[in-house]
Protein backbone atom coordinates (compact mmCIF):
# COMPACT_ATOMS: atom_id res chain seq x y z
CA UNK A 1 0.00 0.00 0.00
CA UNK A 2 1.67 3.75 -0.80
CA UNK A 3 1.19 6.52 1.24
CA UNK A 4 0.56 9.88 -0.84
CA UNK A 5 1.69 12.91 1.76
CA UNK A 6 1.40 16.33 0.15
CA UNK A 7 4.10 18.92 1.10
CA UNK A 8 3.68 22.62 0.48
CA UNK A 9 1.92 25.60 2.02
CA UNK A 10 -1.48 24.11 3.25
CA UNK A 11 -4.45 24.21 1.21
CA UNK A 12 -7.88 25.97 2.11
CA UNK A 13 -10.56 23.37 3.66
CA UNK A 14 -12.53 22.58 0.27
CA UNK A 15 -9.52 23.17 -2.01
CA UNK A 16 -9.39 20.48 -4.82
CA UNK A 17 -6.59 17.76 -5.09
CA UNK A 18 -5.81 15.53 -8.16
CA UNK A 19 -3.49 12.79 -7.73
CA UNK A 20 -2.66 12.28 -11.47
CA UNK A 21 -0.59 9.03 -11.06
CA UNK A 22 -4.16 7.95 -10.19
CA UNK A 23 -6.24 8.72 -13.18
CA UNK A 24 -5.50 5.62 -14.43
CA UNK A 25 -7.97 2.11 -15.13
CA UNK A 26 -8.03 0.82 -11.79
CA UNK A 27 -8.92 -3.18 -11.37
CA UNK A 28 -12.57 -3.91 -9.67
CA UNK A 29 -11.23 -4.50 -5.81
CA UNK A 30 -8.95 -1.94 -5.43
CA UNK A 31 -9.29 -0.24 -2.11
CA UNK A 32 -8.10 3.83 -2.08
CA UNK A 33 -8.34 5.07 1.24
CA UNK A 34 -8.07 8.94 2.29
CA UNK A 35 -6.84 10.70 5.74
CA UNK A 36 -6.83 14.19 6.14
CA UNK A 37 -6.00 15.10 9.44
CA UNK A 38 -4.92 18.49 11.60
CA UNK A 39 -3.35 18.42 15.10
CA UNK A 40 -5.96 18.79 17.32
CA UNK A 41 -8.82 18.64 15.41
CA UNK A 42 -11.66 15.98 13.48
CA UNK A 43 -10.23 14.53 10.76
CA UNK A 44 -11.69 13.26 7.64
CA UNK A 45 -11.57 9.40 6.11
CA UNK A 46 -13.04 8.43 2.76
CA UNK A 47 -12.35 4.97 1.86
CA UNK A 48 -13.20 4.34 -2.26
CA UNK A 49 -13.81 0.28 -3.11
CA UNK A 50 -13.56 0.05 -6.97
CA UNK A 51 -16.39 -1.43 -8.12
CA UNK A 52 -16.86 -3.91 -11.91
CA UNK A 53 -19.60 -1.79 -13.98
CA UNK A 54 -20.84 0.31 -11.57
CA UNK A 55 -19.36 3.70 -9.52
CA UNK A 56 -16.88 3.08 -6.44
CA UNK A 57 -18.69 2.51 -3.62
CA UNK A 58 -17.64 5.38 -1.01
CA UNK A 59 -17.50 5.47 3.00
CA UNK A 60 -16.88 8.82 4.77
CA UNK A 61 -16.02 8.91 8.41
CA UNK A 62 -14.33 10.94 11.17
CA UNK A 63 -11.06 10.47 13.14
CA UNK A 64 -11.41 12.03 15.84
CA UNK A 65 -8.60 14.38 17.50
CA UNK A 66 -5.75 12.04 18.78
CA UNK A 67 -7.32 8.84 17.00
CA UNK A 68 -5.71 6.53 14.82
CA UNK A 69 -8.86 4.86 13.65
CA UNK A 70 -11.84 6.34 11.71
CA UNK A 71 -15.24 6.26 13.36
CA UNK A 72 -18.98 7.35 12.33
CA UNK A 73 -19.41 11.03 12.02
CA UNK A 74 -22.33 12.66 14.33
CA UNK A 75 -25.35 13.39 12.81
CA UNK A 76 -25.82 16.67 11.99
CA UNK A 77 -29.75 16.34 13.11
CA UNK A 78 -28.22 14.85 16.55
CA UNK A 79 -25.71 18.27 16.66
CA UNK A 80 -28.57 20.32 15.80
CA UNK A 81 -31.30 18.85 18.46
CA UNK A 82 -28.36 18.73 21.41
CA UNK A 83 -28.04 22.61 20.74
CA UNK A 84 -31.41 23.53 20.80
CA UNK A 85 -32.72 24.93 23.65
CA UNK A 86 -35.16 23.59 26.22
CA UNK A 87 -38.81 23.43 25.82
CA UNK A 88 -38.93 24.88 29.16
CA UNK A 89 -39.40 28.80 29.48
Excluded at 14 to 24: D, E, N, S
Excluded at 26 to 51: C, M, N, W
Excluded at 60 to 76: L, Q
Amino acid sequence: MGEVVPTGAPRPARAKVRFRRLQRFLPAGTVLELSITKHDTVGQYTRFRIRRGASPARVDRCIKAGAKEPVRCPSPEGIAEADAPSGSH
